[in-house]
Structure formats: C-alpha cells, structure tokens
C-alpha cells in the first residue's frame, strides 16, 4: 500500500495517474454540448448506491472509468455558456494549477511551521485586497471557507465588540448572558441568510437580526435604517452591527454604503459589508467606484470564489482594526503558544475559526501572477455588460416581466402569459416553477430561481464571459415554451 503514499519514490505515478485524471477532465470540457445531462436523484441514486466500498479497484484507470459513472458524466459543468444559475464562476486555469500544487504540498495554514511561505503569501494578499478595499496599514483579515463562515465571523468579532464597548461604557456592567438578548443587528430584507443563520449560531437568535426595507432598487432604506436604530435605542437594545451587502445573492444590489456608514458611525456600531459577490468590482477598471464607501466599514466579505473565477473555496474577511481580530484568539500550548505571539510568529490560527486550514490563497496569488488583477477585473466587467444587455432583452420581450435594472449581473424575472386575466396568480407562479424544472430536466440550461413578493420568479446568473446574449435569448426561448405548453395543459384541465 505504501506505494500510494505521494512521496520521492512515487513520483512518477503520481504524474501518471494526475495526468491521467486531467486527460480525463480535458476530454469531458471539450465534450459537454450541455450544462449537464439532467440525470434525476432517483436514476443516480442506485448507481452510487450500488458501489462496493469496501471492494476496492486498485487501478486507478479503473477508478477514474468509474468515475465517469458515478460523476463525471452527470456533473453540472459551471464554464458552460448555458449555466446560469447560482452563483458559480467559470474557473481560470492559473487558479486551477494552484489548487493542484497545493493540495500535493498540503501545506496547512494554521501556524507558521506547517507553511513557512503559504503563510506569508496568505498575509500578502489579505494585505492586498485590504488595500484594494482603502482600508489603512491596520487592515487585516484571513482566509476562509466562504462567504458564510466570512459572515459569520465578521459578526463573532462585532458582538465581541459590542459586549466589550457596552461593559466599557455602563457604569452597572451588564453581565454577558444579560447583554446578549438586547444586541440587535440590522440588515436589508433581501441580505443573505447566513446573517440571520449566524446571529443564531452566536447565541443571538433570529429575532435580533432586524430586516430593513429596499428601495425599488433593492437598495437597504437609509431612512427606515435610521428610524430603525433610533426605536433599538429606545427600546434599551443595542445595535451590534449593521450589514450593508455590495452585491445581494437575487439583484446584486448595492447598499448605500457612504450613507450606512455615517449612520453606523453615528450610532456606534459596528459595520460590515458582505462583498461576497460585489468584490469583483475591488478589480474592476471601470466599475470601482460602485464600492465607495466600502472603506468605511469595520469589516468586509469577499468571496473570490464567487466573483473572481477561482475554484471553492476561496474566500475572506477583512478587518479595518487588526486588533478586533483577538476576539477570536486562543493560544493553545501545543499549537500556537502565547510566547510565540510575543516573538512575532506569524500563526494565522491567531486570526481564524478554523484550525488545520487550506492553502486556498495560492490560487488567487497563481491567478494575480499570471492574469494581473485588470485581467479578473475586465472578465468580470464582461458578465456585469452583458447583464446590461440581457436587461434590455428582457425589458421589451412582453413574454417576460424583469424586476431590477442590475448593478451586477443578475437578472430576476418572470414569465408571465399574454393573456394575464385567464390565469390565477397560483398557475402563473407554477408555470415559472415548471418551466425551470422542465429545463433543468432537459439539460439545456441551468438558471436559478427566487422569491419576489411572494411570487415565483426566475433567476440568471451571469458569470461566464463565454455566455452571449444569443444564449440568453435562446433560454429565454426555452422557458417561455416550457412556461406555454403548462398553461396550455392547465387550460385543458381547468375547462
Ligand atoms: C454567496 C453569498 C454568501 C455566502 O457565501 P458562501 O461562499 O456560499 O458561503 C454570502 N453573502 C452573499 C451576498 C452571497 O451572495
């Protein structure tokens, strides 16, 4: 068995099989004429199922001939100019490479004696998207797995925060356990759900997350913001944090975040804003400025899996004050004791939730060498131009009623049938439904789906440079058919 240890006399297979399994995926990209083939949970079940784990093949061309059933076949494939659907970016090759090297060096990035040098390149590019954020020489940050765990810990080290400035400031300290009921965070009603999923986790409850109202835009209300605040003072609660989002998941809306920021400041409380989509826009050549404001913040979400065409995970929370970062601190004797602290070794584990952690950095710093930033930037200024252009299709095609210009690229829209009046509310929110399920069924095209109002709409998500606006026209094509062939069957059945 020790032959499949990776080690100095395995090279060679290890080249072997990796190559092997790259020929395999290089074959599988220059094949796929579809997003996926539309396989269904009940077809694919059995075959995994009926895998014998504990018979194993030994030959890796056999595994990867399995694979192939198992997998690889009925993957969804993420650069197909036809998925449109969630938030998931065609990955550049210099990332794809990183992740290659570094899941064979498996450095871990908790301490600076599992690393050595994944650390520093680590600590590089946090100071560097710090910088891209304006944040000054007392930004820092650290690696995550995504923008949920990002969410997350921003608002660990805000309730901290808050805990820490409240025990300050009353002269009768609140006990923690006293404080904690009374911390309020404010958000805009179509932020992510991580927020509220995270003020649970923190002990908080979803009840302490206060949705505030969007403008037509789906902008966050600065002035129901303010009203807001105001009633938690005078309520005798605390706001722990505001959550500004540059770049909601649905509209890719941006908060004003200028405007949050005065606000947050003049309540003293803690802002963050979850750029874990918008973050595309710190590379953009022409778009940058969408994210003014964001400097103010005390700390921000990024995922560049999301947004920078890197692979899962790769993701980051930045802070404006290091120093908030000790909430999150524990020195462990075996680990990363506090005399190593004082002798100035670099332990991201100081920094992070996570313990053993990956070397995701590598990617982006692979991608940042090769590309250039203006060259992530321009990719993603693609996707944001032809959001533009897929909202001007959709805006005079009458088949469809599209909710929001896009600040990013995301469009939510509707199909809705000539004649309205003939149908309830119920059918046409079903047809929307039928007609992303009839597609996904097919395999034709991925798109995704959400909530407006109540009623069922239909989601792209643009992020494929690839994709052209014939391919959104040629979905569109495909769901207003699926759409007309159920009203036509509900008709049937009605009458
Ligand atoms: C995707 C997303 C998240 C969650 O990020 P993950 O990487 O999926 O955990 C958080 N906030 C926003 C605005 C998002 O779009």
Not at 201 to 225: Q, S
Not at 356 to 371: I, P, V, Y
Request: proline residues 5%; negative net charge; aromatic residues 8%.
């Amino acid at each position: 068995m020790r032959q499949h240890l990776l080690n100095e006399t395995t090279a060679a297979d290890y080249r072997r099989s990796v190559t092997e399994g790259v020929e395999r995926v290089a074959a599988k990209l220059a094949s796929t004429e579809k997003p996926h083939t539309g396989i269904s949970v009940d077809e694919l079940t059995p075959v995994i199922a009926g895998i014998d784990l504990d018979r194993p093949l030994a030959d890796p061309a056999a595994v990867l001939d399995e694979l192939e059933d198992v997998y690889l076949r009925d993957a969804v494939y993420f650069h197909h100019p036809r998925y449109l659907g969630h938030l998931n970016c065609p990955v550049v090759i210099p990332a794809v490479l990183g992740e290659a090297i570094l899941s064979a060096v498996n450095s871990s990035l908790d301490t600076w004696d599992q690393s050595i040098g994944g650390t520093l390149i680590e600590r590089r590019l946090i100071d560097w998207t710090a910088g891209r954020i304006g944040f000054g020489p007392s930004g820092d940050g650290v690696f995550t797995s995504g923008g949920s765990q990002s969410n997350f810990h921003a608002l660990l080290l805000a309730r901290d925060e808050a805990c820490r400035i409240a025990m300050q400031n009353s002269d009768v300290p609140l006990p923690k356990g006293e404080l904690l009921p009374k911390l309020r965070i404010f958000t805009s009603e179509v932020s992510h759900f991580s927020v509220k999923k995270s003020a649970a986790m923190l002990g908080l409850g979803y009840e302490a997350v206060i949705p505030v109202p969007v403008d037509a835009d789906k902008r966050m209300n600065t002035a129901a913001l303010a009203l807001e605040l105001e009633n938690c003072r005078r309520d005798g609660l605390y706001p722990m944090a505001v959550v500004a989002t540059a770049g909601t998941t649905d509209f890719g809306s941006i908060d004003p975040l200028p405007e949050i920021a005065r606000l947050a400041a003049e309540h003293a409380t803690w802002m963050h804003v979850d750029a874990a989509y918008g973050c595309g826009l710190l590379v953009s050549p022409t778009r940058r400025h969408l994210l003014d404001g964001i400097e103010l913040a005390d700390s921000v979400t990024v995922d560049y899996h999301k947004s920078f065409f890197q692979p899962v995970s790769s993701s980051a929370m930045l802070v404006r004050d290091r120093d908030t970062l000790q909430h999150a601190t524990f020195y462990a004797d075996y680990l990363n004791p506090r005399r190593m602290a004082e002798e100035r070794i670099p332990n991201q584990v100081d920094k992070s939730i996570q313990t053993t952690r990956r070397f995701d950095a590598l990617k982006l710093w692979m991608t940042l060498r090769t590309m250039g930033a203006d060259g992530v930037g321009e990719l993603f200024d693609q996707v944001v131009s032809l959001a533009s252009e897929g909202y001007e299709l959709l805006a005079t095609d009458p088949r469809f009623e599209v909710v929001v210009r896009p600040q990013l690229s995301t469009l939510v829209y509707r199909y809705l049938p000539a004649d309205r009046s003939a149908f309830t509310a119920e059918q046409i929110d079903e047809a929307n439904l039928h007609a992303r399920k009839a597609l996904f069924a097919s395999g034709e095209a991925v798109v995704a789906g959400t909530k407006v109002d109540g009623a069922q709409y239909l989601k792209f998500t643009l992020l494929n440079p690839q994709t052209t606006t014939a391919d959104i026209s040629a979905v569109l094509d495909l769901l207003a058919s699926h759409a007309e062939q159920y009203l036509g069957e509900s008709l049937v059945h009605a009458s």
